[in-house]
């Protein structure tokens, strides 16, 4: 990895929102240092082989990011917690101040602070591959947010939504196969199916 | 199990809604037998061992209710398919319209025809003792539906979630420690809080 080290191009410098890809922490370190201003939104995505390999390295991306993404198990080994409450609590004392904590077919949650937001996972008739569902996640997410240029909590429960939304399409088929040829329109349609998954009326008696 | 013949008392022989505990299916099918008038409402939970056990005596009565609680793995082993969409479908076809899958800490579905409905667990800084949440669920469940008297989708979602809701208590204490005083206020503020972690602003584009 050592010998992979990205350069920014010049017109892409002055981001305001920046996405770190799964890669060995030094080179997402090395993405940071290029950007003069610090960006408004920086989402970092990890997992379990750098918490392994690079542990210390990683502590220092992480404190400077707004945004982690990772599994259930990665939330747990990162924070030591069973509980993923508390172990989102813990993470946001390392750094960032939202946590999304991906559970594959059972959904995802978002939290930041005290507050907390749950996206389900599609229910599908079949999952034919989940390899790339959380790269697309996380690239449905930092794309509705770039797409918005809002960085509420409340924009941030729609991301969450953007991301699970297009990662359903993603294990429909092989690799990237079903991306490809993905229309707005079949994603504004399971958008919908999202809605009425989870929305009800509350009554207050 | 064969000596245990319960007897409905007369003032509870014209109920509207009826739900058979996880008990053994002869048991189940006495006491729908016992009835005279079809109740509007009937729902059975049960549970793997009897599907083990007694699967011919299941089948029976699982012909003659309307709604099914069941968890994941029992979903898979009731209908012999592994996605929960399909197993759901298959279910339909032995009896039951409605069939609820628990999920444990990853929440419940519920489906109807092509409707499906999410039903998140709330996120718990810890479980102290799960035994008894399923039980809980389904008292919650029929509890609502027998409150409002109402046995369309909208209001089965609202059952699901005041199962849930419960559930969630159930799970904080040992045994039934957690419900002795739960207050009404408690409930409502629990409810709230399902409100707040599921439901989101659409955007269509």
Request: hydrophobic share 45%; aromatic share 10%.
């Amino acid at each position: 990895m050592a010998n992979f080290k990205p350069i920014i191009p010049e017109n892409f410098i002055n981001t305001d929102y920046l996405l770190l890809g799964n890669l060995h922490p030094a080179v997402q370190m090395a993405v940071i240092k290029q950007i003069p201003v610090r960006p408004k939104l920086v989402v970092l995505d990890t997992m379990n082989f750098w918490m392994d390999k690079t542990w210390n390295e990683l502590m220092e991306v992480i404190a400077k990011i707004d945004v982690i993404t990772i599994n259930d198990e990665e939330a747990r080994q990162l924070s030591g917690e069973y509980s993923l409450v508390k172990a989102a609590h813990k993470i946001q004392e390392m750094g960032p101040k939202y946590v999304v904590i991906k559970k594959g077919e059972h959904g995802a949650l978002l939290f930041n602070d005290d507050n907390v937001f749950f996206a389900p996972a599609l229910p599908l008739e079949e999952v034919f591959d989940p390899t790339g569902a959380g790269d697309t996640f996380a690239g449905g997410f930092i794309g509705h947010i770039t797409k918005t240029g809002d960085i509420s909590f409340e924009n941030m429960k729609r991301a969450v939504i953007a991301g699970s939304n297009l990662a359903s399409f993603c294990v429909e088929k092989f690799g990237t196969e079903r991306m490809e040829n993905l229309s707005p329109e079949e994603i504004q349609k399971r958008l919908l199916q999202f809605k009425q998954l989870t929305q009800f009326d509350i009554e207050l008696s």
